[in-house]
């Protein structure tokens, strides 16, 4: 035990003496939690869009009122004919133009139909569509006010309602990915870094001259980083509920839980990383390669898996990341328990018990 | 409680390390494997340690088989690899106090082990391993392969790269050390240094030329060995090799080291040669011949 304490401090010791690795740390997660919860979002705040109000009626007014109320638009141009739309378009001043009709108002009264043209700029297709459904919504609305005191038989309305993210807000969706990219890298990268210091250095020769045992130097090895991870993970979800008011609606101590096992799942492919490769720059590629991408592109932080082609589908089942992210949006989002994750949850338990395996076989007790 | 080696092999795919390699080193004894780099020295080292495995043959290090009983080895052996191994990054006293835990002792439990050479590199105990010089960095990784008391020391060119003074020093330590009962084997390719061993063994090429004290194998030195100096060391070596009755020459600081294909040789007639040749300030005289002589020979 004692030797493994002095293990464990030597291990501290260089974490804490290496300024870069420090800073990569315990710098990035925050900095990563900032740049998607701010920076990069799904959401449209006051988009830019002009007016053609051929109707000019109280109907047509009115929808415009309530358009510059929302927070969503900013209206910025009304234009007086139909040829200064593509100019305007073209100068790149707005994102959509909202188009009545002649008569809007008085159609609409007495044909009980009028028409309203929502042109949009689809050099950014998620924006166009995004903006559309928007005043679709809006529109949608006034009939509804419209419609109240007049009954219409056999009428069938859709109401669709956002659960668990009301306000489609993108953080709460970034929150469990960026928590997931970040564990993993950190745990992954920095303990085969370490593990592969050690060979590059020479002293793993030293090591295995020595009474230690292959487990002791490698939980000795990962121990820290266990640690930091929590620590990491901790940070993570005080920032997005403190600054971006991500709700956790479920246990924080059964996230804990998860979080620390997958914590546990990412040191083990470290480990497994680390025993495979013999310099650290073999190991900081490997697990930028191998696990960076995969655990952005193909675990459904950013693409959904649903709308992959389906033979990615199936290699997202490998990814420990897909499992952790579910299990991460089910607890802060939905508050479900254990019991709605417990599949999630054994996956990844058979993984990290695989990789360990499989880092244990691997491990070199000798230099060849 | 020393070390055995019988009919060691090792290759690593086509190239061939150690070839059929035999020899003991006596317990308490301090035994030099002196040798060329590539020569199969670490090799050797690290199958002693239990690093490697040997293609053939068998060795046991104070009593232990290298294969079987490789932890028993790891427990009781202290190991110096060539190349500088220690935490660059952890000061000289959190190493040392880093080895001595993880053998499961402490620096004061063996502290009158490594007192005299910890001493020296003391007053420095809070500097960062990686900024000591050569020298102490050797110091250092000594006492740490120290620190838990081996019972068998392997030290892989422990004097390459470090100053003459601090050379000597090392070797001073490494008798003290022996006279503590501490079987010793180091390799080194510094020929002065095998004259300090109590037996040496010359390997090249994964061959031992011959293994004895370091005076019999001087005394097996097959000729009778010339000292010659010109004023034109150039001149003087392009001269002799084209001599029909040298034997062999080898440049040895401000000297030729010469040997003849005649027994008794012609002193006389060798002067004249060179004087022909147009050298001036001839010198010829007799010496003893070196470690080093001997390895030439032997490695011819």
């Given at each position: 035990?004692k030797?493994?304490?002095?293990?464990?401090?030597?291990?501290?010791?260089?974490?804490?003496r290496?300024?870069?690795s420090?800073?990569?740390?315990?710098?990035m997660?925050?900095?990563?939690?900032?740049?998607f919860g701010?920076?990069?979002?799904?959401?449209?705040?006051?988009?830019?869009?002009?007016?053609?109000?051929?109707a000019?009626?109280v109907?047509?007014?009115?929808?415009?009122?309530?358009i510059?109320?929302s927070?969503?638009?900013?209206?910025?141009?009304?234009i007086?004919?139909?040829?200064s739309?593509?100019?305007?378009?073209?100068?790149?001043?707005?994102k959509?133009?909202?188009?009545?009709?002649?008569?809007?108002g008085n159609?609409?009264i007495?044909?009980?139909?009028?028409?309203?043209?929502?042109?949009?700029d689809?050099?950014?297709?998620?924006?166009?569509s995004?903006?559309?459904n928007?005043?679709?919504?809006?529109?949608k609305?006034?009939q509804?006010?419209?419609n109240?005191?007049?009954?219409?038989?056999?009428?069938?309305?859709?109401?669709?309602?956002m659960?668990?993210?009301?306000?489609?807000?993108?953080?709460?969706m970034?929150?469990?990915?960026?928590?997931?990219?970040?564990?993993m890298?950190?745990s992954?990268?920095?303990t085969?870094?370490?593990i592969t210091?050690?060979?590059?250095?020479?002293t793993?020769?030293i090591l295995?001259?020595?009474p230690?045992k292959?487990?002791?130097?490698?939980?000795?090895?990962?121990?820290?980083?266990?640690?930091?991870s929590?620590?990491?993970?901790v940070?993570?979800?005080l920032?997005?509920?403190?600054?971006?008011n991500?709700?956790v609606?479920?246990?924080?101590?059964?996230?804990?839980?998860e979080?620390?096992l997958?914590i546990?799942?990412?040191?083990a492919?470290?480990?497994?990383?680390?025993?495979?490769?013999?310099?650290?720059?073999?190991?900081m590629?490997?697990?930028?390669?191998g696990?960076?991408l995969?655990?952005?592109?193909l675990?459904?932080?950013?693409?959904?898996?649903?709308?992959?082609?389906?033979?990615?589908?199936?290699?997202?089942?490998i990814?420990?990341a897909?499992?952790?992210i579910i299990?991460v949006?089910?607890?802060?989002?939905?508050?479900?328990?254990?019991?709605?994750?417990?599949?999630?949850?054994?996956i990844?338990?058979?993984?990290?018990?695989?990789?360990?395996?499989?880092?244990?076989?691997?491990?070199?007790i000798?230099?060849? | 409680?020393g070390?055995?080696?019988?009919?060691?092999s090792?290759s690593?795919?086509?190239?061939?390390?150690?070839?059929?390699?035999?020899?003991?080193?006596?317990?308490?004894?301090?035994?030099g494997?002196i040798?060329?780099?590539?020569?199969?020295?670490?090799?050797?080292?690290?199958?002693?340690?239990t690093?490697l495995?040997?293609?053939?043959?068998?060795?046991?290090v104070?009593?232990?088989?290298?294969?079987?009983?490789?932890?028993?080895i790891r427990n009781?052996v202290?190991?110096?690899?060539?190349r500088?191994s220690?935490?660059q990054?952890?000061?000289v006293?959190e190493?040392?106090?880093?080895?001595?835990?993880?053998?499961?002792t402490?620096?004061?439990?063996?502290?009158?082990?490594?007192?005299?050479?910890?001493?020296?590199?003391e007053?420095?105990?809070?500097?960062?391993?990686?900024k000591?010089s050569?020298?102490?960095?050797q110091?250092?990784?000594?006492?740490c392969?120290?620190i838990?008391?081996?019972?068998?020391?392997?030290?892989?060119?422990?004097?390459?790269?470090v100053?003459?003074v601090?050379r000597?020093?090392f070797?001073e330590?490494l008798?003290?050390?022996?006279?503590?009962?501490?079987?010793?084997?180091?390799?080194t390719?510094y020929?002065?240094?095998?004259a300090?061993?109590?037996?040496?063994?010359?390997?090249?090429?994964?061959?031992?030329?011959?293994i004895?004290?370091?005076?019999?194998?001087?005394?097996?030195?097959p000729k009778?060995?010339?000292?010659?100096s010109?004023h034109?060391?150039?001149?003087?070596?392009?001269?002799?090799?084209?001599?029909e009755?040298t034997y062999?020459?080898?440049?040895?600081g401000?000297?030729v080291?010469?040997?003849?294909?005649r027994?008794?040789?012609?002193?006389?007639?060798?002067?004249t040669?060179?004087?022909?040749?147009g050298?001036?300030?001839?010198?010829i005289?007799?010496?003893q011949?070196?470690?080093?002589?001997?390895?030439m020979?032997?490695?011819k």
């Amino acid at each position: 035990m004692k030797r493994f304490i002095g293990f464990v401090r030597k291990e501290f010791y260089h974490i804490f003496r290496d300024k870069r690795s420090l800073f990569i740390l315990f710098g990035m997660p925050i900095a990563q939690i900032l740049l998607f919860g701010f920076a990069i979002t799904n959401e449209i705040n006051n988009v830019d869009i002009a007016i053609l109000d051929q109707a000019n009626d109280v109907a047509s007014k009115e929808i415009i009122n309530k358009i510059a109320a929302s927070k969503h638009f900013s209206i910025v141009d009304i234009i007086q004919q139909e040829s200064s739309i593509e100019s305007i378009f073209k100068k790149g001043k707005v994102k959509a133009v909202l188009q009545f009709e002649n008569n809007f108002g008085n159609n609409l009264i007495k044909e009980k139909q009028a028409n309203v043209q929502v042109l949009t700029d689809a050099t950014d297709p998620n924006m166009a569509s995004t903006i559309s459904n928007y005043i679709s919504s809006i529109l949608k609305k006034y009939q509804q006010e419209l419609n109240e005191n007049i009954s219409i038989d056999y009428q069938i309305i859709p109401q669709s309602r956002m659960v668990y993210n009301a306000e489609l807000k993108s953080v709460y969706m970034f929150v469990p990915g960026v928590m997931t990219v970040i564990l993993m890298l950190v745990s992954a990268m920095m303990t085969s870094i370490s593990i592969t210091r050690e060979k590059e250095q020479g002293t793993m020769e030293i090591l295995l001259v020595s009474p230690l045992k292959p487990f002791q130097v490698i939980i000795g090895k990962v121990f820290p980083y266990i640690f930091l991870s929590v620590i990491n993970a901790v940070v993570i979800v005080l920032l997005s509920i403190f600054v971006f008011n991500v709700p956790v609606n479920g246990s924080l101590f059964l996230l804990g839980i998860e979080s620390v096992l997958f914590i546990i799942t990412s040191l083990a492919l470290g480990i497994l990383i680390s025993t495979i490769s013999a310099t650290q720059q073999t190991a900081m590629m490997i697990s930028l390669m191998g696990l960076m991408l995969p655990t952005i592109l193909l675990s459904g932080f950013i693409f959904p898996i649903s709308s992959m082609p389906l033979p990615l589908q199936v290699i997202s089942n490998i990814i420990p990341a897909k499992w952790f992210i579910i299990i991460v949006k089910g607890i802060m989002l939905k508050g479900i328990g254990i019991g709605f994750v417990l599949k999630e949850t054994l996956i990844l338990l058979l993984m990290t018990l695989l990789f360990i395996g499989v880092s244990v076989k691997k491990y070199k007790i000798r230099l060849e | 409680m020393g070390i055995t080696i019988s009919n060691i092999s090792k290759s690593y795919g086509e190239i061939t390390a150690l070839s059929d390699i035999s020899f003991d080193v006596k317990p308490g004894e301090l035994f030099g494997l002196i040798g060329p780099d590539g020569a199969g020295k670490t090799t050797l080292f690290r199958i002693l340690t239990t690093l490697l495995i040997a293609d053939n043959g068998q060795a046991t290090v104070a009593g232990y088989d290298v294969l079987n009983d490789y932890k028993s080895i790891r427990n009781s052996v202290g190991y110096m690899p060539g190349r500088f191994s220690l935490y660059q990054d952890l000061t000289v006293e959190e190493n040392l106090n880093f080895f001595a835990t993880i053998f499961g002792t402490t620096i004061e439990e063996n502290y009158d082990l490594v007192k005299d050479i910890y001493v020296q590199i003391e007053p420095f105990k809070n500097r960062r391993a990686g900024k000591l010089s050569g020298g102490m960095k050797q110091k250092l990784a000594l006492s740490c392969a120290l620190i838990h008391k081996p019972k068998v020391l392997f030290l892989d060119e422990p004097t390459t790269g470090v100053d003459p003074v601090s050379r000597k020093e090392f070797w001073e330590m490494l008798k003290r050390l022996q006279k503590k009962g501490i079987t010793i084997l180091v390799s080194t390719p510094y020929m002065d240094e095998a004259a300090l061993c109590d037996r040496i063994a010359l390997i090249q090429d994964g061959n031992i030329l011959e293994i004895d004290t370091p005076n019999a194998i001087v005394s097996h030195f097959p000729k009778p060995l010339y000292n010659i100096s010109a004023h034109n060391m150039y001149n003087l070596i392009e001269s002799l090799t084209n001599y029909e009755h040298t034997y062999s020459i080898f440049p040895f600081g401000e000297f030729v080291h010469y040997t003849d294909k005649r027994d008794p040789i012609d002193k006389a007639s060798l002067k004249t040669y060179l004087e022909f040749q147009g050298l001036t300030d001839i010198k010829i005289e007799k010496t003893q011949p070196t470690i080093e002589d001997t390895f030439m020979e032997l490695a011819k």
